[in-house]
T-cell receptor
Framework: GQQLNQSPQSMFIQEGEDVSMNCTSS?????WLWYKQDPGEGPVLLIA?????ELTSNGRLTAQFGITRKDSFLNISASIPSDVGIYFC??????FGAGTRLTVKP | NAGVMQNPRHLVRRRGQEARLRCSPM?????VYWYRQLPEEGLKFMVY????????ESGMPKERFSAEFPKEGPSILRIQQVVRGDSAAYFC????????????FGPGTRLLVL
């Protein structure tokens, strides 16, 4: 099956710093999805990407669909404490990456 | 404007008992997905269903686990003869169709097997 690699596995940053995480796939995707999961909750959709090269923003979040269609990245600018959580990527096969665990120190 | 609903939110079972987890998709969604999440781990795909059909069960354990999505009523994930290793959070997601449509997740059912 498809391999979805997400990195980094975890990040510890200071409030106000920018964050970047990415996902790569062994196969081509038509869709990239980014989710955030707060402790004890289900994942919530942050950004959906449907076209190679597409760059989409949602507030302080920006995500891009790689032109090879095998990768995507998510950036968070000026992080705040409530950005803490696990960030997952997923492709159109509905399989998820292992997640990036983000800790933000005030 | 209800989202995806799952119940119970928490379920405690003793080894050997059965666990039934329910998922009601968002209104208008006919596709349901089940995922399992162990503590400190990611979401593992289990099964994808449409109404009355199992489309992809490649992530389901071969024994003791089954899923259904009947014409009427919620989708059910059933675990027979539970073991301690079944303790996890089980999430359901729904989408209006497949092929790139985004999924919306429920709050999950946390199963604890004693």
């Amino acid at each position: 099956g498809q391999q979805l690699n997400q990195s980094p596995q975890s990040m510890f940053i200071q409030e106000g710093e920018d964050v970047s995480m990415n996902c790569t796939s062994s196969s081509i995707f038509n869709t990239w999805l980014w989710y955030k999961q707060d402790p004890g909750e289900g994942p919530v959709l942050l950004i959906a990407l449907y076209k190679a090269g597409e760059l989409t923003s949602n507030g302080r979040l920006t995500a891009q669909f790689g032109i090879t269609r095998k990768d995507s990245f998510l950036n968070i600018s000026a992080s705040i404490p409530s950005d803490v959580g696990i960030y997952f990527c997923a492709g159109n096969d509905m399989r998820f990456g292992a997640g990036t665990r983000l800790t933000v120190k005030p | 404007n209800a989202g995806v609903m799952q119940n119970p939110r928490h379920l405690v079972r003793r080894r050997g008992q059965e666990a039934r987890l329910r998922c009601s998709p968002m209104k208008g969604h006919s596709h349901v997905y089940w995922y399992r999440q162990l503590p400190e781990e990611g979401l593992k795909f289990m099964v994808y269903l449409q109404k009355e059909n199992i489309i992809d069960e490649s992530g389901m354990p071969k024994e003791r686990f089954s899923a259904e999505f009947p014409k009427e009523g919620p989708s059910i994930l059933r675990i027979q003869q539970v073991v301690r290793g079944d303790s996890a959070a089980y999430f359901c997601a729904s989408s209006p169709s497949r092929g790139g449509e985004t999924q919306y997740f429920g709050p999950g059912t946390r199963l604890l097997v004693l």
